[in-house]
């Protein structure tokens, strides 16, 4: 058995992998290094571009936090550092507060870094990853696919050469259109030839490669640095040809130098106008970061430990406030070329680490003559791929409340933003989730002739009892569906006066709340009053320690069994009898005036519930 690890290895996860790295180890991570520190430059300064911040602070928002995760991280592979949806984020969140392109914006940025990274911090030592859970698949990948269109969207101002603005779906196309008569041909020219290329490489380039000899791991990492290429060509040609002159937008003037010691702002009406984004982008980029993380891990057969990750994300957040970036998260991309090129541990991202800064240090120069264009292709391609429209389909044709919440997360972020998207879709998915809970599926239930199995009177021919009511809750009850089930079992008891039992089945409970248990007294003496006895049947041991805790065992009137079989020997001993010993199955028994609430919602969800029920 493994040993839990020592306190300082548990927050210092580096004392525990360092301890065995070696030479194979160091050439894996340095050639997974070299691979993604090439793929980052181009990234780190569209994504810079997309945030609406100098492009430097791209590359120093992709050093000292790569850094920062390789000593707090977990996961062996996770590449950390700008991405398109939290770029676009930031853009949304600080342009809330500061005009783009002043110093009040950058320290904005900063400041949001810092928060983000506080947060995540102070999640992860109270041990607060299970926040996550509240956002629901179809909510995150309506909301990438509707982040996807706005980002590509808003790079279209650059591959036109106007000056559009707007943080929303309809504002941006509004204001392309009306900013069309500006277009330049020569920037369009640029951004259409280098979104074609980088389109055709992904996939276009490796066969080629292959077919010359080139062996296909190495081709595919070579197809992969497309955007280098066309970084190169464009610069050039825009130095060569002087584009500058002819109208075409450029990154212009980028410092050279490493990441600067910077200061986010304390001011507390900055903090409060950030704090509902800084809380989106955190829980957002941890979703986006752990999703990947795991992945990759179980691809190795190794583990991470998603408290301690949103530690490592929130020492690099906190990094990149200081050292002059903006907010960082694990990146899909990045993290599997790192993962395909070899990284064995966290110390291939302080390789690339320190190949960024090298660069930082020496190709500034050459990147004053790169044209917007080019990197605003670079985002559409990359994000384009996030789009993904088959998640209507998929949720339509198995859950019409999934579908709501996909649709309403996708529409709300273009049409109002992207916060508020986010926003609507967990609190539409709470909300549905509260809906499908406060009307559990119940089934009345009977017993398989010649088996110990209880089944769904209205899907099998069972045995019943007209004294018995066997009736099976498929959910744990809690405050929104107490009175529910009061409500129904009032109602059969009323329509079947002959009833002598009613046994409830818990297999499925997991949790009964001071709610349920009031609501479960309440029909404790309401039964009682009508010379009906309650029974409990299969109740976990974590629910019954609580009610145990309570004196709703003591006043029961009936009692709890161990299994539903074990109920009805019990409760129907005096049952006529056939020749073979068995209880007599009289049809007619099983044809109970049931309400449709017992017996229609069966076909939600209906064969894997009663077959979990009957296996607890």
């Known amino acids: 058995m493994r040993k839990p690890p020592h306190l300082l290895q548990r927050y210092f996860p580096v004392l525990d992998w360092g301890r065995g ?19 980052l430059i181009p990234q780190s300064l569209a994504y810079a571009l997309l945030a609406g911040l100098p492009p430097e602070m791209g590359l120093y928002a992709s050093i000292v936090p ?62 607060l990853g299970f926040v996550a859970n509240f956002l629901s698949h179809p909510v995150i990948a309506g909301f990438i696919t509707a982040s996807g269109i706005l980002i590509a969207a808003s790079q279209l101002k650059h591959l036109l050469g106007v000056s559009a603005h707007g943080h929303t779906l309809p504002e941006i196309l509004g204001s392309l259109i009306a900013d069309l008569g500006a277009l330049n041909w020569i920037t369009l020219v640029i951004g259409v030839a280098a979104t074609a290329f980088l389109f055709w490489v992904r996939g276009g380039l490796k066969p080629i490669l292959v077919r010359i000899g080139i062996a296909e791991r190495l081709a595919g990492h070579l197809a992969r640095t497309g955007p280098v290429f066309a970084v190169a060509v464009t610069a050039l040609a825009a130095w060569y040809w002087n584009l500058g002159e002819a109208g075409v937008k450029l990154v212009g003037d980028v410092p050279r130098g490493l990441p600067p010691l910077t200061q986010p702002s304390f001011s507390p009406d900055l903090w409060l106008a950030l704090a509902g984004p800084a809380v989106l982008i955190s829980i957002i980029g941890f979703v986006e970061s752990v999703s990947v993380a795991q992945t990759l891990a179980a691809k190795r057969r190794q583990r991470i430990d998603p408290d301690q990750e949103l530690i490592g994300l929130g020492m690099a957040n906190m990094g990149a406030g200081m050292t002059g970036g ?43 003559f790169l044209p917007q264009a080019t990197l605003a292709a670079t985002i ?8 993904d429209f088959s998640i209507f389909r998929t949720a339509w044709v198995y859950s ?15 049409v109002i933003g992207v916060e508020a998207g986010v926003t609507a879709g ?31 009177v209205k899907r099998h021919e069972v045995i019943t009892d007209p004294h018995i009511l066997q009736l099976r809750v498929d959910e744990s009850l809690y ?73 709703f065992l003591d006043d029961l009137t009936g009692e709890v069994f161990l299994s539903q079989h074990q109920a009805l020997c019990t409760l129907s001993s005096a049952r006529p009898v056939n020749g073979d010993g068995q209880p007599r199955y009289d049809k007619a028994d099983a044809e109970l005036d049931l309400p449709d609430a017992f017996d229609k919602r069966d076909g939600d969800g209906p064969v894997a519930q009663q077959d979990r029920a009957s296996d607890s």
């Open 326 to 368: 903006y907010p960082v998260t694990g990146g899909f991309a990045r993290s599997v070329v790192n993962f395909d090129a070899g990284a064995r541990t966290p110390a291939a991202g302080a390789f690339t680490a320190i190949g960024l800064a090298i660069a930082s240090l020496t190709i500034t120069p050459f990147i004053a």
């Open 479 to 551: 405050f929104a569906n107490a009175r529910y089930l009061e409500d129904k079992l009032y109602a059969m008891v009323a329509d079947h006066p002959e009833l002598k039992h009613v046994v409830l089945a818990c297999p499925a409970v997991n949790a009964i709340d001071m709610s349920a248990l009031e609501s479960l007294e309440a029909i404790n003496e309401r039964l009682e009053a009508l010379g009906v006895k309650f029974h409990l049947t299969e109740v976990k041991g974590p629910v019954m320690d609580r009610l145990k805790r309570s004196h």
């Open 400 to 414: 019409k409340a999934d579908f709501v919440a996909v649709a309403a997360t996708v529409l709300v972020t273009l």
């Open 426 to 456: 967990v609190l539409l998915s709470v909300l549905i989730h509260l809906y499908k809970t406060s009307k559990p599926h119940m089934a009345v239930i009977g017993q398989v002739p010649g088996t110990e199995h209880y089944r769904n």
């Open 21 to 39: 790295y070696d030479g194979e180890t160091l050439t894996g991570d340095l050639v997974a290094a070299v691979i993604v520190t090439i793929m």
């Open 66 to 127: 790569i850094v920062l995760y390789a000593l707090f991280g977990t996961s062996r592979a996770l590449a950390v550092g700008p991405v398109a949806v939290v770029s676009l984020m930031t853009a949304a969140a600080i342009g809330k507060v500061a005009e783009p392109g002043s110093s009040d914006y950058i320290i904005a940025a900063l400041t949001l870094a810092f928060m983000s990274g506080a947060l995540l911090v102070a999640m992860g030592l109270l041990r």
């Open 380 to 387: 559409i391609v990359a994000v384009l791929s996030l789009v």
